[in-house]
């Protein structure tokens, strides 16, 4: 079983920055990919960035200069710095795991609220 566990969510205002952390527990194995994913309220859920064991990233275009995405690898950890946050950034941000030879998790969410 794998859980994933995310963090740092929380209240911030239009300009503010904060840091998310998901971290993987379990059986967890070989990590070939980790994500973000955000749904706001009658939305689907979007991706935000994903980051490949090697390190490679990508980030959808309203994420790109001021979200980075890292993770790290021996502490099966995944962060989300996001900077000049906007309210369009309000939604629950999940965190993805793609794990050899076991398929995809999701952890629970977390909220982040941009509002002043």
């Known amino acids: 079983q794998v859980h994933l566990v995310e963090s740092g969510g929380g209240l911030v205002q239009p300009g503010g920055s904060l840091r998310l952390s998901c971290a993987a527990s379990?059986?967890?194995?070989?990590?070939?990919?980790m994500g973000w994913y955000r749904q706001a309220p009658g939305l689907e859920r979007e991706l935000v960035a994903t980051?490949?064991?090697?390190?490679?990233?990508n980030y959808a275009d309203s994420a790109k200069g001021r979200f980075t995405i890292s993770r790290d690898n021996a502490k099966n950890t995944m962060y989300l710095q996001m900077n000049s946050l906007k309210p369009d950034d309000t939604a629950v941000y999940y965190c993805?795991?793609?794990?050899?030879?076991?398929?995809?998790?999701w952890g629970q969410g977390t909220q982040v609220t941009v509002s002043s």
């Open positions: 980051i490949a064991n090697s390190g490679i990233t």
């Open positions: 379990g059986s967890v194995g070989i990590i070939a990919f």
């Open positions: 993805q795991a793609i794990i050899l030879y076991k398929g995809a998790y």
